[in-house]
């Protein structure tokens, strides 16, 4: 059981750290949020009102945690 839990707990940390990745690389210029223009850069499928709801602070940008609940 003890073995199980640090394998659930690993791979939950691996995911994190891959979606923290993506948002790395969807963030083009490095400044800490992914605006539409590279969320749509990155997702070619998004739709205006998928980024806006996603948007919780509503300020144009998405923020990593804002960006993780985008994907899933």
Known sequence: MKKF???VLATGF???AALA???TAVDADQN??????EAK???PD???????????DQNGELSA???AA???
């Open 5 to 7: 839990l640090a394998i």
């Open 70 to 72: 985008i994907q899933g």
């Open 32 to 37: 800490g949020s992914v605006s539409m223009e």
């Open 41 to 43: 850069a990155a997702m």
């Open 65 to 67: 945690d804002e960006w």
């Open 21 to 23: 990745a993506d948002f």
């Open 14 to 16: 691996a995911s994190t």
């Open 46 to 56: 998004m739709a205006d009102d998928a980024f806006k709801a996603a948007d919780g």
